[in-house]
């Protein structure tokens, strides 16, 4: 469930983009990620460095439509999104804060968190993650900049690179946890 609810905002923004304009796209997608940060709140759960990071991004770019040049196309505007949550997974890395590990400390027991292996799960899947946005990132410039490449193709890369991230994630704390006989420090849990 864990892993619906944080891509909920991007799923939400990829299918409106499908049928409406970018700026109405950006903006439920900001809306869900503000009030999933507001949930957090007020559950007394930790703000979130990917979900305050999209609305960063996901409201830069309604800015920039909506200021600057309305006419950007849809790719162009995916474009921008994945640069953007590239920048801020990446971000987090560098700053020593895979975005992982905040949702996993809220899922894993004190002890399990004070594992050696606990922050390695965290910034391997932040990396798989990071890795997945690069290849749809990739996807859509290649869409963008090679004219007889299909849409789809932007659209399937994206599909296998998010799946693939999300199969990682539940595959890899438990694959851990089974070779080196610890609790599993699962980052993002499914349930």
Not at 10 to 22: C, E, I, Q
Not at 165 to 188: E, I, M
Request: a positive charge; proline letters at 4%; glycine letters at 8%.
């Amino acid at each position: 469930m864990t892993i619906f609810l944080i891509l909920a905002p991007y799923g939400v923004f990829a299918t409106l983009m499908l049928v409406t304009s970018a700026t109405v796209s950006l903006l439920c997608a900001t809306l869900i990620c503000l009030t999933f940060i507001a949930f957090d709140i007020a559950r007394g759960r930790s703000i979130k460095i990917l979900g305050v990071g999209s609305v960063i991004v996901f409201t830069a770019v309604g800015f920039y439509l909506t200021f600057v040049d309305a006419t950007a196309s849809g790719i162009a505007v995916k474009i921008a999104v994945d640069a953007g949550i590239l920048l801020v997974s990446l971000t987090s890395i560098l700053i020593g804060q895979p975005f992982a590990r905040q949702y996993a400390l809220e899922q894993v027991d004190a002890e399990t968190a004070k594992l050696p292996g606990f922050i390695t799960v965290n910034y391997l899947i932040t990396g798989a993650w990071t890795a997945a946005t690069l290849l749809m990132l990739i996807g859509n410039l290649a869409v963008l900049y090679v004219p007889a490449l299909p849409l789809w193709t932007g659209l399937l890369i994206a599909f296998a690179a998010r799946n693939a991230a999300v199969g990682f994630t539940r595959w890899y704390p438990h694959y851990r946890a089974a070779k080196y006989g610890t609790p599993s420090a699962s980052a993002l849990p499914s349930h």
